[in-house]
C-alpha cells in the first residue's frame, strides 16, 4: 500500500490566509458599527389611535376617542380637570328619529351641548351627528341658548334633512344610501366634555363610557385616549439610556 502524504500550504500562503481573515472581520465590524446610535426615520413617530366603534340598534358609534389635550385648551385631561370625546354618531334607521339623551362614565360628569340652534341632540333618520374634538364657538341665536341635554326634550318643528356619512364612517351607514343634505354635519357639531375628572386620562388605556339613546336604548364604548403628535419616553430603573441622535453616516 502506497502511504498518504498530507499536503501543506506553503508558509507564505498561510498568513496570507490569514490576512485576508482578519481584513474581513474588520470590515464587518466597521458596517456593524457605522449604524450604532443611529435614529431610525419611525423611532419619533406615534402611532395612529383608531377610536373605537359599536352598534345599538340602528344607531352606530364610529371613531369614539378622548382627545389628547392641546396646547392653550381648557382640557388636561388630569385629575379635577377636564376631557374631551370625539366621535360620528349615525342614525341608520329609515324612519325612526332618534336623540342622544345622556353619557355616563366614572370618569366624571359628561356636559352634552347640542349643534348651534338645537336643544338636544337628535339624529334624523340617515343623519349624522359628529362631536367636535376642539371647542366650538357657536354663534348666539334670538331662540335661546343651547343647553346641555340631561333629559328628553320637545322635537323641534323644524324639518331635518338627512346629512351624508362622511368618507370616514361611510362603513356604518348601513345597507341603504343616505339622503341627499343641506349641510355637512362637520360644520355644526356637538361638543361632550367629562368635567370634574376622578383621575388622570392616559394614552394607551381604555375607560368605559356609556351612551343612552331615547328609542335604541344603551351601548357600552371602552374608549380609547388620542396619542396625540408626541408621546414622551418614560424612564424607569430598566430603561436603557436614550442613544444620542446622529445626523450624518461614515
Same mark, same amino acid.
Given at each position: ?5 498530507? %499536503?501543506? #500550504? ?8 490569514? /490576512?485576508?481573515?482578519?481584513? @474581513? $472581520?474588520?470590515?464587518?465590524? *466597521? ?97 349624522? %351627528?359628529? #362631536? ?8 348666539? /341665536?334670538?331662540?335661546?341658548? @343651547? $343647553?346641555?341635554?340631561?333629559? *328628553? ?98
Amino acid at each position: 500500500m502506497t502511504a498518504l502524504k498530507a %499536503v501543506t #500550504a506553503p508558509k507564505g500562503a498561510r498568513r496570507r490566509m490569514v /490576512t485576508v481573515a482578519a481584513l @474581513a $472581520a474588520g470590515a464587518a465590524i *466597521a458596517l456593524s458599527g457605522c449604524g450604532a446610535g443611529q435614529i431610525s426615520q419611525t423611532a419619533e413617530q406615534v402611532a395612529a389611535v383608531n377610536g373605537n366603534h359599536a352598534d345599538v340598534g340602528r344607531i352606530a358609534l364610529r371613531n369614539v376617542h378622548i382627545v389628547y389635550p392641546g396646547e392653550g385648551t381648557a382640557y388636561n385631561n388630569a385629575k379635577g380637570g377636564k376631557a374631551l370625546i370625539a366621535l360620528s354618531i349615525i342614525n341608520n334607521g329609515e324612519a325612526v328619529p332618534d336623540e342622544l339623551t345622556s353619557i355616563t362614565t366614572d370618569l366624571g360628569t359628561v356636559k352634552i351641548t347640542p349643534a348651534s340652534g338645537k336643544s338636544v341632540v337628535e339624529l334624523a333618520p340617515q343623519q349624522t %351627528v359628529v #362631536a367636535a374634538n376642539q371647542p366650538v364657538k357657536h354663534e348666539s /341665536t334670538p331662540s335661546s341658548s @343651547a $343647553a346641555p341635554t340631561t333629559s *328628553a326634550a320637545a322635537p323641534t318643528s323644524a324639518p331635518h334633512s338627512a346629512a351624508p356619512t362622511t368618507a370616514a364612517d361611510s362603513h356604518g351607514a348601513g345597507e341603504h344610501g343616505s339622503q341627499p343634505a343641506a349641510s355637512d354635519p362637520e360644520t355644526n357639531p356637538i361638543l361632550i366634555e367629562i368635567t370634574g375628572l376622578t383621575r388622570d386620562v392616559t394614552p394607551g388605556l381604555t375607560y368605559n363610557v356609556s351612551f343612552n339613546f331615547k328609542q335604541n336604548g344603551t351601548v357600552q364604548v371602552q374608549v380609547p385616549v388620542d396619542a396625540g403628535l408626541h408621546t414622551e419616553r418614560h424612564e424607569s430603573d430598566k430603561s436603557g439610556p436614550a442613544e444620542a441622535e446622529h445626523t450624518g453616516g461614515h
